[in-house]
């Protein structure tokens, strides 16, 4: 237990909430909706988005939990993961599928008397052979962001209001780490997501292929690690 101020009990508590978004599922989700952005400014919604949700289920379950004295059932968190599991197995597997849609076709252009050379350009392979309209990639949208994170949430708000019980000294000062952690946690997703966006903006333009190749590998990334969380729990 922490024998000081809500100051020092929020400082820990934001600093492990930015350290819990580093753990693995955490970083296969942001990661993998961050690969479907457009911008810079994409990825912080849809990060951010997925941060607030994963961090309000946590503040409000863990509150909940902490003042009210709920108990937990033995067999929730084992559940709960095994949800996150699947969660992220569909949105690695969304993100393959959107991989595999997207073709590269190179097409060469001559500008005035200059030497001809080839541009390279994504079209949706079904755009060729179908009139039906694409799939909208709904990675991109801050709702599915959010409710994914609010489902990552379910399998840590237990865990987070134990440990509030453990460092806080009051159940005031354990809503002070609550809150904090949801802060720590949501600022880290943010800055998780941007970070991940970086080799999507290196691979970009002039390397369409290199951005595939990103998006396919953070599909796949996140399909394993899901797989492997709900593996875990069975």
């Known amino acids: ?5 809500p100051l020092l009990v929020a400082i820990y508590g934001t600093l492990l909430g930015a350290r819990h978004a580093l753990e693995p599922d955490h970083l296969a989700a942001v990661s993998t909706m961050a690969a479907h952005g457009r911008s810079r400014a994409d990825v ?65 252009h001559v500008h005035g008397s200059q030497p001809s050379h080839a541009h390279f350009h994504l079209h949706p392979h079904s755009a060729e052979h179908s009139v039906h309209p694409q799939p909208p990639d709904w990675l991109r949208r801050p709702a599915a962001a959010y409710a994914v994170g609010t ?24 809503v002070v780490y609550l809150l904090s952690f949801g802060l720590g946690s949501l600022l880290g997703m943010a800055a998780v997501g941007a970070l991940a966006f970086w080799p999507i903006i290196r691979a970009s333009s002039r390397a369409v292929r290199a951005r ?4 396919g590998l953070a599909g796949m990334t996140s399909v394993i690690i899901g797989l492997l969380l709900a593996a875990s729990r069975l």
Do not use: C, Y
Request: hydrophobic residues 55%; glycine residues 14%; charged residues 10%.
């Open 1 to 5: 237990m922490i024998e000081s101020g």
């Open 44 to 108: 912080l919604r849809v990060s951010g988005a997925w941060g607030a949700g994963h961090a309000s289920l946590i503040v409000i379950a863990g509150t909940l939990i902490t003042l009210l004295g709920w108990e937990i059932p033995r067999n929730f968190a084992g559940r709960a993961d095994t949800l996150v599991g699947l969660a992220l197995v569909v949105v690695g597997a969304w993100t393959l599928a959107g991989v595999r849609r997207d073709r590269i076709h190179v097409h060469p």
């Open 212 to 215: 595939q190749v990103v998006k």
């Open 151 to 174: 489902l990552h949430g379910m399998a840590g708000s237990g865990a987070a209001a134990a440990l509030a019980v453990l460092v806080a000294p009051s159940r005031t000062t354990a």
